[in-house]
């Protein structure tokens, strides 16, 4: 116990200092960008952005540092406590749905998600103080993803009020699956993410986002698929999602 309590002194002591540095770069960063064209500066951090439009899941950047680094659980778990007062303890998410549940999550999505974030790519007004402040780099988002990945996946996740559930089902199946797996088990490969034991406020209010515009990182296919769903449609395919068994992603 003693050596784990040292461990984690350590490796926080480590992050302070790395703050303090993090904070000297950018301030000198912002004075060296102000020189900078801008289409020059876009490329040298990988924003996502090519001839002025947006290019979905561009692996560049931080996004490619991270997929490249070995993350750590043990780092990831101490680096994640700041997260828990929105994500609660274990990373199960709120059932109200203002934020999801992230145990068992695919890495990659993870990886993902976190960037697009921290380069604006999604737009999360409230993850991204946080992202910003206290997620160093790359080697943090790797940490933290491999140690939400690893966590599991109970089944009591908010389920929704089980209305239409068949006709949910065909749609699930004709539209999602291909994507999202026939269980809701995601793609790691494909930067799916696994909709099995997510919140059903969580989904509806993800696929609504999509489907509107707000989100910002959505897959055009998904835009495609979801822009003609009405409200209750989307309610029915959250539904049916959050019912999806919860087991393991691999």
């Known amino acids: 116990m003693r050596s784990v309590q040292r461990s984690r002194r ?42 002025g439009g947006y290019v979905w899941n561009a692996t560049q950047g931080e996004k490619l540092q991270a997929l490249a680094a ?24 709120r059932v109200d749905g203002t934020y999801p549940r992230l145990a068992g999550q695919h890495r990659s999505v993870l990886i993902k998600q976190m960037t697009d974030v921290r380069a604006g790519r999604r737009r999360n007004d409230t ?21 939400l990945s ?7 996740n908010g389920k929704g009020p089980g209305g239409d559930l068949a006709g949910a ?26 909709v099995n034991g997510q919140h059903y406020r969580y989904l509806l209010h993800e696929m609504i986002a999509i489907r509107d515009g707000s989100r910002g990182n959505a897959y055009p296919k998904m835009v495609e698929i979801v822009k ?21 992603t691999r």
């Open 228 to 248: 003609p769903l009405a409200n209750a449609q989307l309610d029915a395919l959250a539904d049916y999602m959050s019912r999806l068994p919860s087991g393991p």
């Open 169 to 194: 089902e065909q749609l699930y199946r004709f539209q999602c699956a291909d994507c999202h797996g026939e269980r809701g088990e995601g793609d790691a490969v494909r930067f799916y993410p696994r």
């Open 150 to 156: 690893q966590l599991p996946v109970p089944a009591n």
């Open 70 to 93: 070995q993350g750590d659980a043990t780092r990831g778990e101490i680096s994640f406590e700041v997260c828990q007062g929105c994500h609660r303890r274990g990373a199960l998410g």
């Open 127 to 147: 993850m991204l103080p946080f992202a910003d402040k206290h997620v160093i780099g790359p080697q943090d988002i790797a940490d933290i993803a491999v140690y």
């Open 10 to 51: 350590e490796i926080r002591g480590m992050r302070g200092w790395h703050v303090a540095a993090l904070a000297a770069l950018t301030a000198l960063t912002a004075v060296v960008s102000l020189a900078w064209p801008a289409a020059a500066q876009a490329q040298a951090t990988g924003s996502g952005e090519e001839e």
